[in-house]
């Protein structure tokens, strides 16, 4: 069966590849999942903490009394909260790239311009054939306004697509006021790729040991939001779209291609099963595919998105309605 995909300009045997997770610190995983037929690997993140933790850092060398104060040694997690410093990270990513053969995408972790510039242009020569930029972002501030929240991230695709010549990804979470517009404008800013969505983890609170809880990890149920928003944007947009959240199994990623998705992200299924898992997951695909006479996945590829419909909102208020009146009591 004829699995193949384009993602980023890249020719890929399938659509399946881990996304940025865990799993990319070990260089034996990293192979495990090149093994299973991970058809590309997404990097862990490097976070924009980390930069401004060197550059903390770089300052306090030259400036003794940086420390006077004991609250400046708050702002910043201590450095233990992360697994690689960007030195560190950018090392690792040329290990990642000389241990397989599939196409090596890093990803930065932040909010601002910062210095992403630099470390995007430090990625790329460490190896990286794509840049994937994770925006993770909860706007708290009551002062600032949706626009300027869409207008710095705008300003971020603007400053590391002229920075650097491999193709660009951003992941996004799906709040924003208009999103189908915010796509429109990422693609005018030159991204290459959209990866829906960044996970907000929503954090429990333990009454007793007034502590936050771990997080979780996702399940089947987070990818409804994921082909809402693939149906949506793929007939609107030219940048190739990724599926990342609430895929498990061969099912969920046959639904995102035909939401329209060029490329499916998992991470919670493999921490969980273990990189092995992605090749059960391609299996699957591929015989469903074929038990339902399918001549390759691009036949299949974004026949469920809204481009037959000539106005998706009337649409998506329809099925609310029936979805509403149907519920059986």
């Not at 650097?164 to 991204?191: C, M, N, R, T």
């Not at 959240?245 to 939401?259: L, N, P, R, S, T």
């Amino acid at each position: 069966m004829d699995l193949s995909t384009t993602y980023l300009g890249f020719e890929l045997p399938h659509p399946l590849m881990p996304g940025a997770s865990p799993l990319a610190h070990d260089l034996d995983a990293v192979r495990r999942l090149e093994d299973a037929g991970a058809a590309a690997i997404v990097v862990h993140s490097l976070f924009e903490e980390q930069i401004v933790a060197e550059q903390l850092a770089t300052h306090d060398a030259i400036d003794p009394h940086t420390e006077s104060f004991g609250e400046a040694l708050s702002y910043l997690p201590e450095p233990v909260e992360f697994r690689l410093g960007p030195e560190e990270y950018l090392e690792q990513v040329t290990r990642v790239k000389q241990a397989v053969s599939v196409p090596v995408i890093g990803s930065l972790n932040g909010s601002s311009p910062g210095g992403w510039v630099k470390y995007a242009k430090l990625i790329e020569q460490a190896g990286a054939a794509a840049l994937e930029l994770n925006v993770y972002h909860v706007a708290t501030d009551p002062d600032e306004s949706g626009r300027e929240v869409e207008q710095r991230t705008l300003e971020l695709v603007r400053s590391v697509k002229g920075a650097i010549d491999i193709p660009v990804a951003i992941k996004l979470s799906p709040f924003y006021s208009s999103f189908a517009h915010f796509a429109g404008e990422l693609e005018q800013a030159g991204v290459d790729g959209m990866v829906l969505f960044n996970r907000f983890y929503q954090p429990d609170i333990d009454p007793e040991e007034l502590e936050v809880r771990r997080v979780n990890l996702s399940d089947t149920s987070e990818l409804l939001l994921r082909l809402r928003w693939l149906a949506i944007l793929s007939p609107q947009v030219k940048a190739s779209l990724a599926a990342g959240g609430g895929i498990h199994d061969g099912m969920g990623a046959i639904k995102a291609v035909m939401a329209g998705a060029d490329a499916v992200q998992m991470v919670s299924t493999l921490l969980k099963n273990g990189p092995g898992k992605l090749a059960h997951v391609r299996d699957q695909m591929a015989k469903w595919l074929e038990e339902h006479e399918y001549e390759s996945l691009r036949q299949m590829q974004g026949s469920m998105n809204l481009s037959r419909c000539p106005n998706p909102e009337n649409y998506e208020r329809a099925n609310y309605i029936q979805m509403l009146q149907s519920w059986g009591v």
